[in-house]
C-alpha cells in the first residue's frame, strides 16, 4: 500500500509470498521468515524501537516501571536481564503496573505507563511465553508518575543487596545508554534524564532471585524514598 503523506520519519515495508514473510528497514539488511509469530514479534519489537527513536515529546528508556505509593521504581537494564521476572515479582507484592518494557518520560520527567503483557521466559528451557497483569492478581497504574527510584541491578546467584547510592552525574551516564531518543533527539533526552536525576535516589546493586528480592526493594523505597 502506498503512504500518501510522504512526510513520514521511517518507513518499514512487510512482503509475504505466500510462504516467507520479508521486512525491509532502512540501514538494515532485509529479515526473513516463514514462522508468522516469530517474524511477527520481531516487526513488533523494530516497530516500538522506531517509535521510541522518533517520539518528539517522550524519552523512551529501556526499562521495567512499578509505581509505589505514587512513585515510580524505575529498572533500567538490556533484554534477558531479568526486568520483566522482577516486574511480575513487585507487582505480585502490590506494586503497580507500569511497563516491562520501556519507561516512557514526558519533558517534564514525568513517568507514563506503558502496558502489554509480561514478556517472561521459563527458566528450564528459556521458551516466551507471556504474563497477564491479571494472573498475577495485580493492578495497572494509569495516572503519570515522577520518579522515586532508579535502581541498575541484575541477578547474580547468591548475591546480597548493598546499594550504592549514585550520583545525579554518575546516574545521567549510566541511563543515557538505555535511552532511545539519544540517537535522533540527544538534547531533548539528556535534559529530561538529568531532571528525572536531579530528584530519583539512584542506586546500583546486585540482588539474589526476584522473588526473594521484590518485598526487599519496597522496603528498601519505603524507609529511603524522597
Known amino acids: 500500500t502506498e503512504i500518501a503523506d510522504q512526510n513520514v520519519d521511517r518507513t518499514i515495508e512487510v512482503n509475504f509470498d505466500g510462504t516467507t514473510y520479508e521486512m525491509i528497514y532502512p540501514g538494515s539488511e532485509p529479515a526473513r521468515g516463514e514462522d508468522e509469530v516469530v517474524f511477527f514479534k520481531y516487526f513488533d519489537s523494530i516497530v516500538r524501537a522506531s517509535v521510541g527513536e522518533e517520539a518528539r515529546d517522550f524519552v523512551f ?11 515510580a521504581i524505575v529498572l533500567p537494564g538490556d533484554s534477558y536481564k531479568g526486568k520483566s521476572t522482577l516486574v511480575a515479582e513487585l507487582v505480585r ?12 518520560f514526558n519533558s517534564d520527567g514525568l513517568l507514563y505507563p506503558f502496558h502489554r503483557h509480561l514478556a517472561m521466559r521459563r527458566r528450564d528451557n528459556f521458551d516466551p511465553y507471556s504474563l497477564t497483569v491479571e494472573e498475577l492478581e495485580g493492578k495497572y497504574g494509569y495516572e503519570p508518575i ?14 546480597r543487596f548493598r546499594p550504592r547510592r549514585m550520583s545525579a552525574g554518575e546516574g545521567v551516564l549510566e541511563l543515557v545508554q538505555y535511552a532511545l531518543s539519544m540517537r535522533q533527539r540527544s538534547e531533548f533526552a539528556f535534559r529530561v534524564l538529568n531532571n528525572i536525576a536531579s530528584r530519583a535516589i539512584i542506586i546500583s ?3 539474589g532471585t526476584a522473588e526473594t528480592f521484590a518485598k526487599t526493594l519496597l522496603n528498601f523505597v519505603d524507609n529511603h524514598g524522597n
Do not use: M
Open 61 to 71: 528508556l529501556h526499562a521495567g516501571v512499578v509505581g509505589w505509593n505514587g512513585k
Open 146 to 159: 515522577p520518579t522515586g527510584l532508579v535502581l541498575f541491578t541484575e541477578y547474580v546467584k547468591g548475591s
Open 93 to 104: 507484592a502490590g506494586a503497580e503496573y507500569y511497563s516491562d518494557d520501556f519507561a516512557l
Open 205 to 207: 546493586s546486585r540482588r
